[in-house]
């Protein structure tokens, strides 16, 4: 066994890890205000003189699992009106599309007990221009792309230091860490470099009365006294650096409306450094926050090395075998990582994995947030609610957050977000499946889902609907971690099916309006890809009945009904839930059909494909025949049971017989049940095979969805001739838009309307994948459509699957698509082998947008670049 591998079976080496977030002010958490005004509550240059209230963030920051002790770097190029404490972005407000990080910095490695880490960050050797990027993307109008870094010319002659960030565990809570910085501008440049140790403040707040204690320490060392933390050092290879302390404190005179009793404040080194006030740290060196003041320069290509030590132990020699060490912790990622790479020939595919597997890790972050006493203030920090307005998540008063978290994106998205998570943990299930069911399992605990059922959605809004992915997560995760460890983990699939049970029954009586398996009232997560506002509340009680949603539920349905079929083998009383879950899905591919008595179902026979309709209120209804993936997701709903199951359940099998045999209209709606396609396979889906190759025809076509790096989100055919609709006497207009929204729908930095985003892609895949498992060489369409060449659904899923690979692979001039032409990006030597795994990609050339760091669903493409082991045409 590896070491890495063992160190997993010791929760302990989790207990630290990178923890803090990359963004804290400008969250839910943080705002106080009466007006939920969250962005203008705390803003970036608040941060550095605002203590926040709920959890830290920081520059490759590091923490324990309750974030009682951080530790992260701080620079200052000697030019910048402030230090670097945190990376900058713009606000929702402030940026054209939302708001967006704006600095370059790269995840590049990292393990799952976190035993080695390392991260790249690109810090100009000339003063930031911040000015310039809030200016620019003020001026710009949503038509036009974002205004990014690289274009400011703070790049240009390569006038910046490359900041390499190393940590080695030496045991479960003992760290190395390393700073290597290179010049690699033509000149001489000074730096100074900041690591900082600081404590959460968690005692401001009036809730309790201890505050620890940081103190300078012998030999060049930091002593930490916390009563809860096993660390007691900080320690610097060289014993003359100075440290300078402060406390972790407001700064009442630069935030208006705060006070505070303390000396020392949060904005204390800053101050010292940047405004030369001497008073501004503690001459006695004591404090909640400290760092060691390492003032260099480099000259021109020079690299310099500078160590620290987060230790235990009082030692005399804390660098003794540092090298050595942070050497082997190398050498044992590499041998981890080799398992899942042996099969991958390709060089620049196991980069482009293993930066995916580094992104997931850094992206975990410590999340906290007591929902009731965010509400109801503490006893010295009111909250100024206004309870006769809008407060977000008044109905989540039993949430207590306090946990590590796989986040989307830890600077644009930094709280965890229902259905996002469910695909993280599919990639997470191939390196630490513990992890990944942990966070299965966490999400439907008693203090996270409601009461009546319903998966919290995000910070933002925990009301807010997300498609029910959670079962699917289950079940695929429930597999990878059986192939891996070599037993299934049936207490597990319990534990989360008995919950989800309860989010089932949420679903069919919140959101099934008028009890008739048609689903709707609510965006699904796809936030702009309608006409309008899918959550619209229309005039005379018309409702809008979702082609999505109701096959999200049909998804969701027959992902109970397997898992209950899997759990039946280890306990029979599970086949009765597999025959309710199978009667549930009949249902709704029956409502599919007929909508309510309206005879107007979601499938529009002429096009051959499926639309949202708009249900009114006399019985009538009209299609929204609006081609988009809305279309596509009942492929979705699809399973596929070998016949030797169905032989180990004879209870569930008996009673399916009999509803086929009696219930003829609903037989029909199980595309070849009785038949059984190749190796005795049965299938069970909500399309027929006539009716998935129409679907497949449309995908297929290059002019529709079918782009050079994935799926189209919406019909290319709207860049032409816009959809145009009328309801309510407004005229409702929508455009194909291959990148950047044109809509504030939902916020400024999403857009559904022509982009490729990689969780719908992996489902599409997934999905056909299943279908070649049943259908094997007797399904085959042309593809792409209209160019004559005859594929089977294997080839398909195969070049799918390529075309989403290729937006990180270099083409054939030496670019990687994601990097949108950036020649600084795609051609410099310090650049062009680092990967950003972005929101969503544009549908016509695969540039990167949105979030940056969204190393969260977008590192399903370290699943896609992972070879099978199972035989040709077996799903896995």
């Known amino acids: 066994m590896n070491a890495e591998k063992k160190r997993l079976q010791n929760p302990e080496w989790k207990k630290w890890g990178p923890y803090v977030s990359n963004r804290q002010w400008g969250t839910v958490r943080e705002d106080y205000s009466a007006t939920g005004n969250a962005w203008g509550y705390t803003t970036y240059m608040d941060a550095l003189s605002r203590t926040y209230r709920w959890s830290e963030d920081g520059i490759a920051g590091i923490c324990d699992h309750k974030q009682r002790l951080c530790f992260a770097f701080s620079f200052w190029n000697t030019k910048d009106k402030v230090i670097k404490e945190r990376f900058f972005g713009l606000s929702n407000h402030e940026g054209n599309h939302g708001e967006d990080v704006k600095e370059i910095y790269f995840y590049l490695d990292n393990t799952p007990t976190h035993s080695y880490m390392k991260m790249l960050y690109k810090y100009p050797i000339n003063a930031f221009p911040y000015e310039q990027l809030i200016a620019e993307n003020a001026r710009r109008s949503k038509r036009e792309p974002e205004f990014e870094l690289t274009e400011t010319g703070i790049f240009d002659n390569d006038a910046y230091f490359d900041l390499f960030i190393e940590y080695a565990k030496t045991d479960k809570n003992d760290f190395l860490i390393r700073l290597t910085a290179i010049n690699r501008s033509n000149s001489k440049a000074a730096l100074v470099i900041l690591p900082t140790v600081w404590y959460r403040n968690n005692w401001v707040w009036g809730n309790g009365t201890y505050e620890p204690e940081l103190r300078a320490g012998a030999r060049g060392s930091i002593e930490i006294n916390h009563d809860s933390i096993s660390i007691k050092r900080l320690y610097a290879r060289d014993p003359n650096w100075n440290s300078l302390f402060c406390g972790n404190e407001t700064n009442g005179s630069k935030i208006p409306g705060t006070d505070s009793e303390a000396r020392y404040f949060k904005d204390g080194i800053n101050d010292f450094l940047v405004h030369g006030k001497e008073d501004a740290v503690n001459p006695d060196k004591t404090g909640t926050k400290a760092c060691f003041l390492v003032n260099t320069e480099l000259e021109a290509g020079e690299s310099k090395t500078f160590d620290f030590r987060l230790s235990p132990h009082e030692m005399e020699d804390a660098f003794y075998g540092f090298d050595e060490l942070m050497q082997q912790r190398k050498l044992e990622a590499d041998e981890y990582y080799s398992i899942f790479q042996c099969e991958i020939p390709d060089e620049d595919e196991k980069n482009i994995q293993r930066q995916a597997f580094a992104g997931l890790l850094w992206n975990k972050q410590f999340y906290h947030y007591n929902v009731s006493k965010w509400l109801k203030g503490d006893p010295k920090l009111e909250a100024n609610r206004d309870f006769k307005a809008h407060v977000r998540n008044r109905e989540w008063e039993h949430m207590q957050n306090k946990d590590i978290i796989s986040m989307p994106d830890k600077w644009e998205y930094p709280w965890f977000a229902t259905w996002d998570l469910a695909f993280h943990c599919v990639p997470f299930a191939l390196i630490d499946p513990q992890f990944a069911k942990d966070q299965l399992r966490l999400l439907t ?313 990689f969780p719908i892609n992996f489902l599409i895949v997934e999905s056909l994948q299943r279908f070649f498992y049943y259908y094997g060489e007797s399904l085959q369409i042309e593809y792409p459509a209209n160019s004559g060449e005859i594929r089977n659904l294997d080839f398909v899923t195969t070049d799918l699957s390529r075309r989403l690979c290729s937006i990180f692979k270099r083409d054939e001039r030496g670019e990687r698509p994601f990097n949108g032409g950036d020649p600084l990006m795609n051609h410099n030597e310090h650049f062009r082998d680092y990967m950003l795994f972005h929101e969503y990609f544009n549908g016509d050339t695969g540039k990167g947008i949105g979030a940056s760091h969204q190393t969260g669903w977008t590192a399903t493409v370290a699943k896609l670049l992972q070879p099978t082991r199972t035989p040709k045409g077996k799903f896995s």
């Open 445 to 757: 605990k008693e203090w996270y889902i409601h009461p009546n059922g319903q998966l919290p959605a995000y910070e933002w809004d925990f009301s807010d609907v997300n498609p029910p992915v959670h079962a699917w997560s289950t079940f695929r995760v429930y597999k990878i971690d059986e192939k891996i460890n070599g037993r299934p983990d049936v207490p597990f699939l319990e534990s989360v099916f008995q919950k989800l049970l309860l989010n089932f029954t949420w679903w069919v009586n919140r959101k099934d309006k008028n009890g008739n398996n048609v689903f709707g009232g609510g965006f699904l997560g796809l936030d702009n890809i309608g006409a309008f506002d899918r959550n619209m509340v229309f005039k005379n009680g018309d409702h809008l009945e979702q082609a999505d949603g109701t096959s999200w539920m049909a998804m969701f349905a027959l992902n109970m009904m397997r898992i209950s079929m899997e759990l039946s083998l280890h306990n029979p009383v599970y086949e009765d839930m597999a025959i309710k879950f199978f009667e549930h899905y009949l249902y709704i591919a029956e409502a599919m059909e007929n909508i309510g008595d309206a005879k107007g179902g979601l499938w529009n026979e002429e096009d051959g494909f499926f639309y949202d309709v708009l249900q009114l209120n006399d019985g009538d209804s009209i299609s929204l025949q609006l081609r988009s993936i809305v279309g596509l997701i009942p492929m979705f709903a699809v399973e596929i049971i070998d016949h030797e199951i169905l032989e180990k359940l004879p209870n569930f099998t008996k009673r399916m017989d009999w509803i086929l045999k009696n219930k003829p209209q609903l037989a029909n709606l199980v595309s070849h049940w009785e038949v059984e396609g190749q190796g005795g396979k049965h299938l069970m889906s909500i399309l027929r095979k006539t009716r998935l190759t129409r679907i497949l025809k449309r995908m297929a076509d290059e002019n529709e969805f079918l782009s050079d790096f994935g799926i189209r989100s919406m019909s290319k055919v709207y860049a032409e001739e816009p959809f145009k609709f009328t309801v309510d006497g407004q005229d409702f207009t929508v455009r194909y838009t291959p990148a950047e929204s044109d809509s504030r729908m939902f916020g400024g930095n999403s857009n559904w309307r022509g982009p490729i985003w």
